[in-house]
């Protein structure tokens, strides 16, 4: 047998999904058996209770107790086929479900452009459940959203806006080689799929596994030498990150062993290549005269580009979602560097020693983030009513179904890339302009 016959068989293996499945029964997740007629005739009979929220969450034995996330009647329709799915239609078969069980759970979320959720299932091990769910919100909006931010505020501004340029860089390059992969999910059955949100996608490699990967990588080397610590935490930190996010992926149904691994190497050459001129492209962004119209104008055609890669999915809003709101963290760092906002600790200084944790520090990092999200917040929902419907009427594009109209390129680059560009500049410009106007800088 040849090298190259060598390669594609193990390169089958690890795509396999029967080896995702397996995973899953190894750490207690389950399809529920399938439903005969007249269960599922009784089912249809119960379902209108699904709209009454007061009756969604009781269970039988247990009148009006709450019901663990993924009650039975969260199931959504499957699609009719066993394989993978083009981009923009749901990949997987979800398996039929069987007889109220008290210990399921269902979708970690529901996604909001198809309305698809996510497989019910049975759970035997719940503190894996749980762990797993955190590990893949490691790679989710809600964290990224508080991750930067908290780096930017509260602990070292040069670091979040240099862990922002990598984790732009890292994402992009994974959503475009998705696209030209293209590669579908795990089958289901015999895979269980727990989360839907990004279903719509491809699946190789995993920006999931890319994202846990280039992160804790990127933050010891962006912290070590800069700050005080000693090197075993970040050893320790790197490999219980990765690990973390990238089993999550496989638990969840989402990814191959195969996508993990990829994405994982694909993170390691990026880094390897492009971080050393991350301090190049920081200092460009804060003091090149013209820095801001090229940002944007460069962040813009990138996600142009993107879009034509593949017919619509998911990721197109996400791909304009993490370069707008790369733009944005930079044009407003180099707005705040030019009035002086928030300056950087002079090479001298270096390295610098962690301040004594007070109940006064302590209080100033809470207030901070409180304020500065419900600022982010309240930025991004105004934008998002302006910017769909501005789309929409320029581009003649009815809008009565905000589903359908962001399956239009010409609505959801833009809602995506000027909304998120809008956040990213309210972190890096307008929350701390706001924090030194109130006096908590």
């Given at each position: 047998m040849s090298l190259r016959q060598r390669l594609a068989q193990l390169v089958g293996r690890l795509q396999d999904p029967q080896k995702v499945a397996r995973f899953q029964r190894l750490c207690g997740v389950e399809a529920p058996p399938r439903r005969s007629a007249d269960q599922r005739e009784d089912e249809k009979a119960e379902a209108p209770l699904a709209g009454d929220p007061r009756l969604r969450g009781r269970q039988p034995g247990a009148p009006g107790g709450p019901q663990p996330p993924g009650s039975d009647r969260n199931q959504c329709p499957a699609k009719p086929d066993g394989g993978g799915a083009p981009n923009g239609v749901r990949n997987g078969l979800a398996a039929e479900l069987g007889p109220a069980s008290p210990r399921r759970a269902g979708g970690l979320r529901r996604n909001s452009l198809t309305g698809e959720e996510g497989q019910l299932a049975r759970v035997s091990n719940w503190p894996l459940y749980c762990l797993f769910c955190f590990g893949t919100e490691l790679g989710n909006e809600l964290f990224y959203i508080l991750f930067f931010p908290?780096?930017?505020w509260n602990l070292d501004p040069l670091v979040g806006r240099r862990l922002v340029v990598i984790w732009v860089l890292v994402m992009y390059l994974g959503q475009?080689?998705?696209d030209i992969i293209r590669w579908p999910r795990p089958a289901s059955p015999p895979v269980v799929k727990l989360e839907v949100f990004y279903n719509?996608?491809?699946s190789m490699p995993s920006t999931h596994a890319m994202s846990g990967t280039a992160i804790p990588i990127s933050m010891i080397l962006l912290t070590y030498g800069r700050w005080q610590?000693?090197?075993i935490y970040g050893l320790i930190l790197i490999p219980c990150w990765c690990s973390l996010v990238c089993l999550s992926r496989i638990y969840m149904g989402m990814h191959s062993i195969l996508d993990i691994i990829a994405g994982f190497l694909?993170?390691?050459?990026?880094l390897a290549v492009f971080y050393p001129f991350v301090d190049l492209i920081d200092n460009f962004n804060q003091t090149h005269k013209y820095a801001p119209f090229i940002i944007i104008g460069l962040h813009l055609a990138l996600g142009i580009f993107s879009f034509t890669l593949d017919t619509w999915s998911t990721s197109r809003g996400d791909t304009a979602e993490i370069l707008g709101s790369g733009a944005g963290i930079a044009c407003g760092s180099h707005v705040t560097y030019n009035m002086g906002l928030?300056?950087?600790?002079?090479?001298?200084?270096?390295?610098?020693?962690?301040?004594?944790?007070?109940?006064t520090l302590f209080g100033k990092a809470i207030l901070r983030i409180l304020i500065g999200m419900v600022f982010v917040l309240i930025v991004r929902d105004v934008m998002k009513k302006i910017t769909i419907p501005l789309a929409c009427k320029i581009f003649n594009i009815p809008c009565d179904d905000?589903?359908?109209?962001?399956q239009h390129m010409e609505v959801e680059l833009p809602y995506r890339y000027i909304t998120y560009g809008m956040v990213g500049f309210s972190i890096t410009f307008f929350v701390p302009y706001l924090f030194f106007f109130i006096g908590i800088s």
């Open positions: 908290f780096w930017i475009c080689t998705k719509s996608e491809y610590y000693p090197l694909y993170t390691i050459l990026i928030v300056l950087d600790p002079s090479l001298d200084t270096l390295p610098l020693a962690g301040p004594p944790i007070t109940m905000i589903r359908k109209a962001r």
